[in-house]
């Protein structure tokens, strides 16, 4: 290495400086992110990092800091609070913790940093009353977008075979899965007048969001085995999208499989030919919401589960979650899919919040009796609406799926 | 090609291995280097061959100072050593072996190093297959391979550092014949270190003989293994005697022992010896000694037969039971089995101590040492690592940590690489033990050690086990026929 | 080896090793530059996330770094004692898992005073660990199963175990994690600004020191270093050797089971899936590092928790591509590869070459 290399390097360093020290302005708005996954995860990380972006955009000043991959495995020498401790010291003013595993520490910082907002998505602690002021939780109505999923898939399947690659067991993960699985069964019976009870529905659970090698069972191992054992439709409860990509693989091989992945608006960029749509998250203007508020000093604590924007699903300004055709949909099947969205639409709550919750009445979809848990117990009877929070803290799976409930 | 040393100093640490020496080397010769044990023999050879760097002195090629610190600088001025080992790649090829040892590009021409290879084969009369995988050869035939390739870069001084050492008989004439080709026909220098006098006298020109890191002398041929005897140090030797004693009871018994191992099989072996008996196995390399010595201390479990050491029925056991029964084992290879290269005397004499506890008294450990490198005349410090003695050295330290009166004492090659007066040396410890009762079981390739100190002799060949009928009026010649297998005199077990 | 150095020789190695660690430091501004951004800027985080800057030092983030080194040192004290015995114990990162399950089945189901209670976590991480360690030493010396394989098959093993009670028996409503131990079962922070706990600290010195010594002063040290330079040697020697192997493995596992306990008792507050985090296979690298010479040891693990805990302030502040950092720490380990191996290399080229050539020639084969 010679001197004359060892100089440009210091004046290119030179260079560098002062343009990173402009960003710092006086009128900026820190506001931070925590991740799970990496930021381009195309999936659940990198839909969280989309909203910080249009935050950014949207709110003159705003800037994002963020950390991504907080997990044990690849970030074993940090800690959620010491995350917190570094954000509030670059100035954040309010700090959303994008995974139901940072629920119980952000509980934890909230209490130590009274002044600082926390936004802990997809959490419950205000809904149970255990929050702090300075704690909210949001969370989109996924239930809409992974029904529509279920249907595309119920429209598509040859096999009547489909499986789905759930994350780890809990309310969340189960009240997904079922939802899916509600979706396919209306489409199969009334756009296919097949009998949905010939449905083969198999729920895998990998273990955690996405895939922690030799922790995990392998996603693409697990995709593999679906198709190998009759589903021809892959679908996606994890962060990542290794469902889609098998079944790109083994469509390209020749093989009729189809397969929808989740969370993030452009995941189908993996195998786009094959995949039938993707329902995603759409945090951006909730995001902008919360900080606008915090700006203008009007915070309240919320719990606010977000639904979509039904004129238009897709609108990234107002919808919060969507869903998009992917190519492998059939122009007719996607015509039927709008009417089923239609139908969705038509008794829909747009937001539901921990005032609203309990009040009667607000139907979530396909979430109407006659229905049962996989135990067999009664979920709801014949024409009777399962009320939000009974799905939001859905304790099994439903009749007709196969597929642990809980961990042993 | 001529090389000169010219007032050669080299020091490790308080240690003055080389102390002014000058010699000079003409081409055609071939030049034994003689020395006791720690002389400084290989540490002037490395010089020569570029491993070490000199501190003080000159190397002159050809009446021109040289000026290399590499052994491939060394090559490149025409000097090359035959080592033994870093041909060991793996599952490469004698020719693959060859190839990658000459400089070239990165696509070698495989067919003219084929010829090359052969030509060089033929003209020093070896025959080795190119195509056999490098793992294959015998020590013998990878020194071949080793000669070859230096003589392929080129090279016109040839050093051998004890290459006779677990060679047989018709390979050791091989490369005799073929040395004297190269030095009288081709006109290379060679420098040949060897502790066998025998072998010095029968391939060498002129000898130089080191003593204490000091040229003390040279000689022209021919002279006699007294002369040399003499200038190595500075004396006469008689081989130690070794008196008739009467034998005490049944130390150990053998019976009915079968072992099988990948190149020989032993069947229905019984043998019995009697405190203060000394029992040679002669054979060639991997006749069956091994597995014989190796069963009488636990070390290879035998597949059917009984051992009794002392009375007590030690069948199956492990090792640390025989150590228990006071039985005391010195294997083949030094620094693979006995010591510990990396760990100091001290350090050794430690672990071998039965006093020391489990708090080290390091204190005691250093006397120890001290006494006992004292006591051994052992050329090291306490605090020096093993692998830094010379080999006698090593083999001195061996003995040293053997306890003092053991049962059975069960010793491979014990003077294997030593010079003549060590190997008296050691064989006075032995003999001490045994006139204290110890019965002692020795494999040698060497039968002039055989037939010195043997009560009894048993010889192998191919797992065939057979007792010469009188050892103490047997000669090496006789011997010598009976380990190529040629006569069995009395087939009967012993 | 070298005690034929002179004065230019000491000289020759001082620069070798600083141009190494200049090289490196080049190499890292460069990748940084690539990734466009300031290499200035990301040391002078790295070292305030250290915790030094321009106001002084910062006693929280220096607890950060020692949080880190805790549990890292404690194995690499332990992987010290199994190196030493020439045994690669990779199962290392499984003996920590077992650890920190043992001390949380005592967290949560054993109801003492504050003391004893600490004090009976610690024990059975101990136990979890050392029987984890016995585990792998056992499949070796009994059913000739390498360390290496035995150790990564008990890793997952381990892994899998701590996911099942995470999601199963202990498993709390929708976490995956078990519920937050309560508080008089936690090492607690020495204070706010200080968040280290003293026990644990304790622990890593006293470990530390203990292990040094005994791997100096005691017959037993000194046979499993004997074991570790060759084994062979030793069993003939009289070395113990299968006993021994068994006894460093065991000790391994228990100050691996420590360090999962301070993840457990001290950094998390529950169990969770991979609680050791990869901290095991970082010891390795660090004790690998150091060439097995236990005084670099803490010196080279503070180095690496600092490093990593500082990254944190670093990834926040730049907001770099996260692999950056794997970059900064993969030119860190090149550092002290280049600073050593070079350096040592350089000299001991010739001479080991020597050495091997006569010891060679000096042996023979075997049968
Ligand atoms: N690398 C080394 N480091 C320290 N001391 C050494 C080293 N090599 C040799 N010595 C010492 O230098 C002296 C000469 O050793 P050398 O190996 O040259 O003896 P030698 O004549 O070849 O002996 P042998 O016949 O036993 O092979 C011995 O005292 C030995 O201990
Ligand atoms: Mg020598």
Known sequence: MSRRLLLSLVVVAALLLPAVSTLAQNDEFVFGLVFVGPRNDHGWSEAHYTAGRYVEEHIPGARMVFFESLNAADAPETTLEQVVDEMVGEGAQIIFTTSDDFEEDTAAVAEKYPDIIFVSVSGDDVLAGTAPENLSNIMGIMEYGKQIAGCAAALATETGGIGYLGPLINAETRRLAASVYLGAR??????????????????????????????????????????????????????????????????????????????????????????????????????????????????????????????????????????????????????????????????????????????????????????????????????????????????????????????? | MSVEVRNIHKHFGPVHANNDISLRFEDGRIYGILGENGAGKSTLMKILSGFYRIDSGQILVNDRVAHYDTPRGAIQAGIGMLAQDPLDVGAFTVLENFVYGQPGGILPDWEAARRRFSEIEKHLGFELNPELSVEYLSIGQRQELEIIRLLALGVHVLILDEPTTGISAEQKQVLFSSLKRLAHQDGLTILFVS?????????????????????????????????????????????????????????????????????????????????????????????GQQLLTRACVGL??????????????????????????????????????????????????????????????????????????????????????????????????????????????????????????????????????????TAIIFVSTDLDEIVTYSDRILVFYAGQVTEVPDARRTTVDELGHLIGGHSVLSGEAV | MHREETGAQQLLKLGIGLAAVVFSL?????????????????????????????????????????????????VCTGLLVTFTAGLWNIGVEGQMMMGAIFASYVAQFVFLPPVPQVALEIAAAALGGALWALLAGVLKTRGGVHEIFGGVALNN?????????????????????????????????????????????????????????????????????????????????????????????????????LAGSTRVLFTYGNLRPLVSGGIGFLGLLVVLLTGTRALWVPLISLLFAAVLAGSTRLKIALQLDQSLVGVVQGILVLMIILANGVRGRFFAARQAAADGASAAGKESAHE
């Open chain 2, 195 to 287: 502790h066998k006098l025998e072998d010095v006298l029968d391939l060498c020109d002129e000898v130089a003989v080191l003593r204490l890191g000091c040229l003390v002398g040279t000689a022209q041929m021919p002279v006699t293994t007294n002369d040399l005897v003499a200038m190595m140090f500075g004396q006469e030797l008689a081989p130690a005697s070794r008196d008739d004693i009467p034998f005490g009871d049944i130390a150990v018994e053998v019976t009915d022992l079968h072992m099988i191992s990948e190149r020989v099989t032993l069947r229905g072996l019984g043998l019995k010896v009697r405190a203060g008996e000394v029992i040679g196995l002669a054979g060639l390399e991997g006749s």
């Open chain 3, 26 to 74: 080049l190499l890292t501004a460069l990748v940084i530059l690539l990734a466009e951004a300031s290499p200035i800027d990301v040391f002078e985080k790295i070292v305030e996330g250290i915790g030094f800057s321009g106001q002084g030092a910062d006693i929280l983030r220096i607890s950060g770094v020692i949080n880190f080194w805790i549990p890292l040192l404690l």
């Open chain 2, 300 to 437: 290879i479990k035998p597949l059917g037969g009984r051992i009794v050491v002392a009375g007590k029925e030690l069948t199956g056991r492990h090792y640390r039971d025989f150590l228990a029964a006071n039985v005391c084992f010195g294997a083949a290879g030094r620094l693979e089995e006995g010591l510990v290269a990396g760990l100091t005397l001290t350090e050794h004499f430690i672990l071998a101590d039965p006093e020391q506890t489990a708090w080290i008294d390091r204190d005691r450990g250093t006397r120890l040492a001290a006494d006992r490198i004292a006591h051994y005349h052992i050329h090291g410090q306490p605090e020096s690592s093993i692998e830094m003695l010379s080999g006698g050295n090593q083999q001195r330290v061996l003995m040293a940590l053997m306890p003092p009166a053991p049962v059975l004492m069960v010793l491979e090659h014990p003077t294997r690489g030593l010079d003549v007066e060590s190997a008296r040396w050691i064989w006075e410890q032995i003999l001490a033990r045994r006139r204290d009762g």
């Open chain 3, 157 to 257: 093993l381990a892994s899998i175990f701590s996911i099942y009670l995470i999601s199963g028996p202990w498993s709390n409503e929708g976490g995956q994690a078990s519920p937050p131990f309560r508080s008089e079962a936690l090492l607690l922070p020495y204070n706010n600004e200080f968040k280290v706990s003293l026990v644990a600290l304790a622990l890593m010195v006293v470990a530390f020191i203990v292990i040094f010594a005994v791997l100096r002063g005691t017959r037993w040290g000194l046979e499993l270093k004997a074991v570790g330079k060759s084994q062979r040697s030793a069993l003939l020697l009289g070395v113990p050797t299968e006993r021994d192997a068994l006894q460093a493995l065991a000790v391994c596992g228990i100050l691996a089971g």
């Open chain 1, 186 to 408: 209306y489409c199969y019976e009334h756009y296919r007048g097949l009998d949905p009870d010939d449905l083969t529905f198999t729920v895998t659970w990998i273990g955690f969001w996405f895939n922690i090698p030799t922790v995990t069972l392998d996603p693409t191992e697990e995709s593999r085995r679906f198709i190998d054992n009759g589903a021809d439709v892959v679908i996606s409860g994890i962060d990542t999208t290794e469902a889609l990509v098998v079944a790109g693989q083994r469509a390209a091989a020749g093989e009729a499989v189809w397969g929808i992945p989740y969370d993030y608006k452009n995941a189908c960029g993996e195998a786009e030919d094959i995949c039938l749509g993707v329902p995603y998250f759409n945090w951006g203007p909730a995001y902008v919401d919360m900080i606008q508020a915090v700006r203008n000093g009007e915070y309240t604590q919320v719990w606010d589960w977000n639904g979509p924007y039904w004129d238009d699903i897709n609108d990234v300004d107002r919808s919060a979650v969507g869903w998009v055709n992917g190519n492998g949909l059939t122009e007719e099947h996607a015509a039927q899919l709008d009417e089923f969205i239609a139908m969705l639409a038509e008794t829909a709550p747009e937001q539901i919040t921990k005032d609203n919750i309990d009040e009667p009445g607000q139907q979530i979809g396909l979430w109407v009796g006659p229905l049962n848990l996989q135990n067999g117990t009664v979920l709801a009877a014949d024409g009777e609406i399962v009320p939000p929070s009974a799905v939001w803290y859905l304790e099994q799976l439903l009749e007709g799926m196969t597929g642990s409930s809980t961990a042993e």
